[in-house]
Antibody
Framework: EVHLVESGGGLVQPGGSLRLSCAAS????????MSWVRQAPGKGLEWVAN????????YYVDSVKGRFTISRDNAKNSLYLQMNSLRAEDTAVYYC???????????WGQGTLVTVSS | SALTQPASVSGSPGQSITISCTGT??????????VSWYQQHPGKAPKLMIY???TRPSGVSNRFSGSKSGNTASLTISGLQAEDEADYHC??????????FGTGTKVTVL
């Protein structure tokens, strides 16, 4: 059974940093594109970033470019999102997702809440 | 910019409803058929219902179907059931090699 478990969320002050992790199990992690998708409270979904199977390609939504970095460790079956210079508008539930097809996510985790507030 | 979806759609049990998702020639209307639809119940993670415009993942009911014409994609739910009441989100691959989601649609079963 596929499992994606996010961790690392919490309360952080504006301008601060946070590193999210996603532990994967139940599938061949190194064969999948991995993504981060977020959802602000009461709002729709927003694709944040994705990374190719071998880490050679990474793409970001414009609003996080230069602030967020996606990475993966295939040996540890783990995905990461380093978030710097956090803003109030980054407050959201962050989901980790995996896919073999051209979509934001075929399998999804349950999400981790990030709150940016003073 | 987010794809445009109606804020809400409703229908009675057994009826069919259609949710639209309008983008541009840089995403939905581009030369690739990479439109997906997700169902999301309150407090839950999204669930993939349709990918590649009209392909259903294993285990998804055939009451869900997808299509696309020009810059607009559509999700049709036939034989509406109470369990279909949820939020639905479309997403499309873009010419920038990124993804963009729709504004989301709340489906209410009357």
């Amino acid at each position: 059974e596929v499992h994606l478990v996010e961790s690392g969320g919490g309360l952080v002050q504006p301008g601060g940093s946070l590193r999210l992790s996603c532990a994967a199990s139940g599938f061949s992690f190194s064969s999948y594109w991995m993504s981060w998708v977020r959802q602000a409270p009461g709002k729709g979904l927003e694709w944040v970033a994705n990374i190719k199977q071998d880490g050679s390609e990474k793409y970001y939504v414009d609003s996080v470019k230069g602030r967020f970095t996606i990475s993966r460790d295939n040996a540890k079956n783990s995905l990461y999102l380093q978030m710097n210079s956090l803003r109030a508008e980054d407050t959201a539930v962050y989901y980790c997702a995996a896919t073999l097809v051209a979509t934001a996510g075929y399998f999804w985790g349950q999400g981790t809440l990030v709150t940016v507030s003073s | 910019s987010a794809l445009t979806q109606p804020a809400s759609v409703s229908g009675s049990p057994g009826q069919s409803i259609t949710i639209s998702c309008t983008g541009t020639s840089s995403d939905v209307g581009g030369g690739y058929n990479y439109v997906s639809w997700y169902q999301q119940h309150p407090g839950k993670a999204p669930k993939l219902m349709i990918y590649d415009v009209s392909t259903r993942p294993s285990g998804v009911s055939n009451r869900f179907s997808g299509s696309k014409s020009g810059n607009t994609a559509s999700l049709t739910i036939s034989g509406l059931q109470a369990e279909d009441e949820a939020d639905y989100h479309c997403t499309s691959y873009t010419s920038s090699s990124t993804y963009v989601f729709g504004t989301g649609t709340k489906v209410t079963v009357l």
